[in-house]
């Protein structure tokens, strides 16, 4: 059953929102201890949720566009009175007095909260094994990790725990994880969605974004969590999405363009049988009326240098309010200075300690121009880059990850093979595109491949018309 | 430029000016912006800095900056905020957004009350920090067994006004926060209590011998909490800078804190120990680009600054605009205006607001004050009889001269005046010949006691002009 039909089903009285929960419940039950997705399941929270919704169905009221809809909530996201912890031990006890715009808007939708999910601490990493709490294992193959950092929500969508999750996506983390575990999931334009409640890793490229099991039902959630925020400067004033036509109008006519640097060319490191799939949904969407055509985006070689730049710059000074004053776990010391040390000495992993000191070097006095400042100006070639990409092309295709799943604790041991499965998803955090990850076929692991679609800015709306023509084509073919 | 030296040195000093801009709520959020309030009861989750939390742009914060910026002739331009980052725990974010290389307001002047012009580099917007308390220790930071923070300070609206290296002595420096702070009361910005911390003074000092062109090592020094402290610091300041550079040391560029009951500067930090406070564009904000069209609107929305204000009642008055800078700052200068519109002699008008109304004017009217000088102007009440009146009428209002009849004030007859002061004449002999030979020095020495004789003898009802005039009279005859 899609979302919309379980929606109307609740919404028609033919099932119970109380039903709908307690099977995900029982799939939860049955599966969390070895896959580890939550860092928290909510069981009575959503209970009287759901209970809630089937009162208001009884009274003949429409709670909404989720109507008793499951959801899981990245743990990097605030949801009043309920642990939000990022996967760290800094935030370990504090209690959010507030819940994010979109843990609202979801409320209002109608949907039911069921927990929140694992991630990288702080969102940092491709692999969730950088958790406070233990990685999160994936649910086609528990050998292997489920991608990152948003890889408890994507875990939670590919082992039926929920039909739907948040994630948050920085350099990649909605889509790599929705990759390696074969789901769905949306990396919105940059202030599409609000950021108000999302604990800040990178403020200029972190995006909240939909997980689904299909390319509708993350049309629906994106819907709902769409639309101008007040308490988001960085939002973009317009409504909330519409992308039910999108669904249904095909890709006749529609210019496509395949990035070469991230299909064989310039960038080393994405695996035959990632490009071989590539090269099928280029088929798939030529067949379907798509003009497909290779293209070039040169500087999107330099995007995870730059990237490595800016982003923890920005998370040095985030994370910096992390020291033991207001919240979270205090290590107590003979001075004030000693006493954050402390505190952020043990709060922090290696991972989140690793980008501080790249950060805070990065900005230093002397070392700004030729770090930052060289950064930024790259990021603005990218943007560049793609402005002239869609002068020709209405949307940009690539591989979403370099590879399929990999091992658990394969890549711990090196940050910089860690940091290269972000390679093709980055450049659409640089620029503040829009961009998804949709299943198209397998690798020779069995283990499925993700294929990125790339729009512009604001044009969600016609990167979901391929996203349904590759979905279509892959379940045609499997 | 008048230059104030000292030995043959010369000061140069520039001021910080950090005034709280007087908005209902905070910068970036809908907390309050209040004076005092019990500890952390003006917060939210934006003030204290919450994770997930983001900043939301005040629109009237903007706008009393560019008040600030056009009352000060600025260029207001398109701005970027920017993250200052370090830790301190009172400030909860552990970095504050201000503003770095594009400020909202860059390059005016502000002109002190004798003329002088003082540039003004730029006037940017930031966020306040909270406050610390240390508890035992004598609250000193170093031996305190804890501390407290209140954060309902944190994130209220700062206006930084960055004056140029130009003013001279410590004169100069209060006269330029002294008028600095009345431009922003009278446009609105800000209350400039110095003494609620709403307007705070950071003093960069150094000296060079007088007519070098080139600057000395500065030092910053901070901790200045009044006018007179300001002064106080500057000289202290520039005296032991002068004590290094004679004894033939250097003078070394350091933060220095000013220690009120010492009245020394203490050094704080070195230029080696210095923040780098790693700057960057505040992401979660956009850049921040003001119309034309309101930018105008604000412009004639200002009202009167107190340099046109010190010019209009000078001409009034017949004075200097310097020699109205008093009145204007008490702002009495409207008052004035209209009394001596109505035919009050414009000196006794200054006179009275200069001295007799230090807690303001209360309960006087145009009308009735204007009434009041006219039966002193004519001689009906004396100068120590108009002050009484007019205690009264700030203190209640009414008619002076039904009030000064309740005192039982009548003008003493010239001749009754007259016979009085023969006879005391008669009893201090030898005091009326020492004032009638005596040079101008001795005869104002000599009048003070006859005057004084009449008062006490009248009971404070005669003339003292009255009463010199008829000793001169008699002198000359």
Redesign the interface.
């Known amino acids: 059953m899609t979302v919309q039909e379980t929606v109307l089903a609740i919404q028609k009285g033919e099932m119970k929102a109380q039903e709908v929960l307690e099977s995900h419940l029982k799939t939860i039950q049955d599966r969390e201890e070895e896959i580890n997705a939550f860092n928290l399941v909510m069981t009575e929270e959503a209970i009287k949720e759901a209970e809630k919704i089937d009162s208001l169905v009884a009274e003949g009221k429409n709670p909404g566009p989720l109507t008793g809809i499951p959801v899981a909530v990245k743990d990097n996201?605030?949801t009043q009175g309920i642990p939000?912890t990022?996967s760290s031990n800094i935030?370990a006890g504090?209690l959010?007095?507030?819940d994010?715009t979109i843990v609202e808007r979801l409320r209002d939708a109608g949907a039911v909260i069921v927990g929140k999910t694992n991630l990288d601490e702080f969102a940092m990493g491709a692999s969730t094994e950088n958790s406070a709490f233990g990685p999160t294992r994936n649910p086609l193959d528990t050998t292997r990790v489920p991608g990152g950092s948003s890889g408890g929500s994507a875990a939670a969508v590919a082992a039926g725990f929920t039909p739907l999750a948040i994630g948050s996506d920085t350099g990649g983390s909605i889509r790599q994880p929705a990759a390696l575990c074969g789901v769905v999931g949306v990396k919105p334009t940059y202030g599409r969605v609000s950021?108000?409640?999302?604990?800040?890793f990178?403020?200029?490229l972190d995006q909240i974004g939909p997980f689904a099991e299909t390319v509708a039902d993350a049309a629906l959630l994106l819907e709902v969590i769409s639309g101008h925020d007040?308490?988001?400067?960085?939002s973009i004033p317009e409504p909330p999405l519409d992308l039910s036509s999108a669904l249904t109008q095909g890709v006749e006519g529609l210019r496509i363009g395949v990035i070469d640097e991230l299909s064989g060319g310039a960038i080393e490191g994405i695996s035959d049988d990632v490009l071989a799939c590539l090269e099928k949904a280029v088929e798939a969407l030529t067949s379907a009326g798509a003009i497909v055509e290779r293209t070039s985006v040169p500087s999107t070689v330099y995007g995870l240098s730059a990237y490595y730049v800016i982003a923890p710059?920005?998370a040095?000074?985030n994370l910096?309010?992390y020291?033991g004053?207001?919240?979270g776990p205090r290590v107590d010391a003979k001075?004030?200075?000693e006493m954050?040390v402390a505190t952020r000495t043990a709060g922090f992993g290696d991972e989140v300690k690793r980008r501080i000191m790249l950060g805070?070097y990065a900005?230093?006095?002397g070392y700004?121009d030729a770090y930052?400042g060289k950064s930024q100006k790259v990021r603005t070639l990218i943007m560049n880059d793609f402005a002239a990409a869609y002068e020709k092309f209405d949307l940009l295709l690539s591989p979403t990850a370099p590879t399929t799943a990999f091992p658990l604790g394969d890549k711990t041991e090196d940050p910089l093979q860690m940091y290269l499965q972000d390679i093709c998803t980055i450049s659409s955090n640089l620029a503040g595109h829009p961009a998804m990850s949709v299943p198209f076929g397998q690798g020779t692991d069995g283990l499925p491949v993700g294929i990125q679609v790339l729009a512009p800015a604001t044009d969600e709306h016609t990167m979901f018309r391929a996203g349904a023509i590759l979905e279509a084509s892959n379940q045609g073919q499997s | 430029m008048t230059s104030k030296t000292l030995d043959g040195w010369e000061i140069v000093i520039g001021l910080e000016v950090h005034a709280e801009l007087a908005t209902a709520t905070k910068l970036f959020s809908s907390a309050q912006n209040v004076f005092g309030g019990e500890p952390n009861t003006n917060i939210d989750?934006v003030s204290?800095?919450?994770?997930?939390?983001?900043?939301?742009?005040n629109q009237k914060a903007v706008e009393l900056a560019i008040r600030v910026g056009l009352a000060l002739n600025c260029r207001v331009q398109r701005s970027v905020f920017a993250?200052k980052?370090y830790?301190y725990?009172d400030m909860?974010?552990?970095?504050q957004i201000s503003q770095f290389d594009l400020p909202i307001n860059e390059g005016g002047w502000l002109e002190l009350p004798d003329g002088q012009r003082i540039g003004i580099e730029r006037a940017h917007l930031e966020e306040d920090t909270g406050k610390s308390s240390h508890v035992g220790g004598g609250g000193r930071?170093?031996e305190a067994d804890y501390?407290l923070?209140d954060y309902n300070r944190a994130g209220v609206p700062l206006i930084e006004i960055v004056g140029a290296p130009d003013l001279r002595s410590a004169e100069e420096a209060r006269s330029y926060v002294s008028e600095l702070r009345s431009i922003l009361v009278a446009i609105g910005a800000s209350d400039g209590k110095m003494e609620e911390g709403s307007m705070r003074v950071d003093c960069n000092v150094s000296v060079r011998p007088e007519g070098s062109e080139e600057f000395g090592t500065r030092c910053e020094v901070k901790n200045i909490n009044s006018l007179r402290s300001l002064g106080r610091a500057i000289e202290y300041e520039a005296q032991r800078q002068v004590d290094i550079i004679t004894s033939g040391q250097e003078v070394e560029q350091q933060t220095r804190h000013w220690d009120e009951a010492d009245g020394r500067t203490h050094t704080l930090r070195s230029k080696e120990e210095a923040f780098?406070y790693?700057?960057?564009p505040e992401?979660?904000?956009?850049p921040l680009d003001p119309s034309p069209e309101w930018i105008t609107e604000i412009q004639e929305s200002l009202p009167e600054l107190p340099r046109q204000r010190r010019i209009n009642l000078a001409e009034a008055a017949g004075i200097t605009p310097q020699e109205a800078t008093l009145v204007v700052e008490r702002n009495l200068d409207e008052f004035a205006i209209a009394v001596i519109e109505k035919g009050a002699d414009p000196t006794r008008v200054l006179v009275h607001l200069e001295n007799n109304l230090a807690d303001g004017i209360g309960e006087l009217t145009t009308e009735s004050f204007a009434e009041l000088i006219s039966l002193e102007t004519s001689g009906d009440l004396s100068a120590t009889q108009a002050k009484t009146v007019l205690a009264d009428l700030a203190d209640k209002g009414g008619d002076p001269k039904e009030i000064a009849a309740h005192h039982g004030f009548e003008a003493m007859d010239t001749s009754e005046l007259e016979t009085l002061i023969e006879g005391i004449l008669a009893d201090y002999p030898e005091d009326w010949t020492a004032f009638v030979e005596g040079d101008l020095e001795e005869r104002k020495k000599k009048s003070g006691f006859f005057v004084g004789q009449v008062m006490k003898m009248t009971k404070g009802q005669a003339d003292g002009k009255v009463v010199n005039d008829i000793l001169l009279h008699r002198a000359e005859s």
């Open positions: 996201i605030c939000t990022c935030l504090w959010p007095p507030y994010a950021r108000y409640g999302l604990v800040a990178a403020s200029s007040p308490l988001d400067t960085t710059a920005e040095s000074s910096a309010r020291d004053v207001r919240f001075t004030t200075s954050m805070t900005l230093s006095a700004y930052y | 989750p204290l800095g919450l994770p997930g939390s983001l900043p939301v742009l993250r980052n830790f725990p909860p974010k552990a970095y930071i170093h501390s923070v780098d790693r700057y960057f992401p979660d904000l956009v």
